[in-house]
């Protein structure tokens, strides 16, 4: 009876981490991007 919830658990801390960690992708990329922007424009 406990194996399913530990499981579920599991699941959703993958879930989140996985979020967690395309957000913080997304964020220095955006990032990036923008660096080289205002590198293109200074150049």
């Known amino acids: 009876m406990v194996t399913p919830l530990i499981k ?3 699941i959703k801390l993958t879930i ?3 979020f ?3 957000v913080v992708a997304t ?3 955006k ?3 923008k660096k080289k ?3 293109d424009l200074d150049g």
């Open 8 to 10: 579920l658990k599991l």
């Open 16 to 18: 989140l981490s996985a």
């Open 20 to 22: 967690g960690a395309g």
């Open 27 to 29: 964020l220095l990329v």
């Open 31 to 33: 990032k990036v991007i």
């Open 37 to 39: 922007k205002t590198e």
